[in-house]
């Protein structure tokens, strides 16, 4: 080999080693491009210099000059680009993992049953209600005497309700914050009681031992049964949709009376009859009346002077027949995978 063609494939290396160096994306691909420029086994300055050897005596002293000069620019144009690459690769030992998938951020719902409250709520909020509160560990007197339950009344029987001594029960209904209502506020009087109430129940598909109830009260002078009616028929079409049929049916309970039980027609089979209504197109949604007059007594109002009217009834039936829910179990499981999917 001559100097001249020594020295040209130097210069063709020199020429070509930056653009090379600099096409280096990341760590590896760097120490592919130092291999293939200035690797010992096979970079082309060392091919380029095993030719020094075949060169005339008096050319290797300058050969070897060019070759070094060449070699320490392209040593610091790699160097450079190193510490380039370095500087934006993640530290080794980090505890950041680029490549590790996102982390969802898992946001929590509400319950079905508080979504049925709230709703209710809502609605009765428009009307001029306003929210009234009792204690669950009441007096006997409020959960049954007040509300005109007669002594004998299977209801206070031990088998259906817990008895706490000292002339208290776990709250039966939510009806004794009629009366504590009653005795705090003159009429006219507006409130809804939301609120959890216990029976001595095991818990099987369509009973529980504790669960929530929402009491309404109305009492004021000329209060009648067509308000009752009225109110209540406005609260199913805004619950359930503007073309929701209702029927009330005679019923009975110690504090009112009259007594009415409202069914609404079966939203899922719309009335033709399916396995949510039991076949019957209809589905028991409250139980109401017109407040007895021994109750209006027993708060200490005039019976002569006022009427009112009262319901009662159990979100979590609602919610049930809203979503089709085959077990009230499922309610109180806390399983996850199944309140997630409730959302207002
Ligand atoms: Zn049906």
Not at 261 to 289: F, N, R, T
Request: hydrophobic share 45%.
């Amino acid at each position: 080999m001559s100097l001249p063609a020594f020295i040209a494939a130097l210069d063709l290396l020199a020429a070509d080693a930056p653009a090379r160096i600099g096409a280096a994306v990341d760590l590896e691909a760097w120490t592919e491009v130092r291999n293939a420029l200035v690797g010992r086994q096979s970079g082309r300055l060392t091919d380029i210099m095993a030719g020094l050897g075949a060169l005339a005596k008096e050319d290797r002293r300058e050969a070897g000059q060019r070759a070094n000069s060449v070699k320490v620019a392209i040593e610091e144009a790699l160097a450079h680009r190193h510490a380039e690459l370095a500087a934006a690769a993640p530290k080794s030992g980090s505890s950041f993992d680029l490549s590790m998938p996102a982390r969802g951020r898992w946001k929590g719902a509400v319950h079905p049953v508080s979504l049925v409250i709230d709703e209710v709520i809502e609605i009765f909020r428009e009307l001029g209600f306003t929210i009234a509160l009792g204690p669950e560990a009441e007096h006997a007197w409020y959960n049954f005497g007040a509300l005109n339950f007669p002594d004998d009344h299977p209801a206070m029987d031990l088998h259906d309700t817990l008895y706490l001594g000292d002339g208290q029960v776990l709250r039966t209904h939510t009806s004794p914050v009629q009366v504590r209502t009653l005795q705090q506020y003159p009429p006219p009087v507006r409130v809804l009681a939301p609120g959890n109430v216990y029976r001595r129940d095991f818990f099987d598909p369509s009973h529980a031992p504790m669960f929530a109830q929402i009491e309404g009260l109305v009492v004021d002078e000329g209060v009648s049964f067509a308000d009752l009616k009225a109110t209540l028929s406005h609260f199913a079409r805004r619950f359930f949709g503007s073309t929701t049929q209702t029927r009330f049916r005679p019923s009975y309970f110690p504090f009112t009376e009259p007594s009415a039980e409202m069914d609404v027609q079966c939203g899922v089979c719309s009335g033709s009859g399916c396995s949510v209504c039991k076949q019957s197109g209809w589905i028991e949604i409250l139980g109401a009346g017109m407040v007895h007059p021994a109750v209006l007594e027993a708060a200490g109002l005039d019976s002569e002077r006022f009427t009112g009217w009262a319901f009662g009834m159990g979100p979590a039936r609602t919610a049930i027949s809203r979503h089709g829910i085959p077990d009230i179990r499922i309610l109180y499981d806390a399983d996850v995978r199944f309140l997630d999917q409730f959302t207002r």
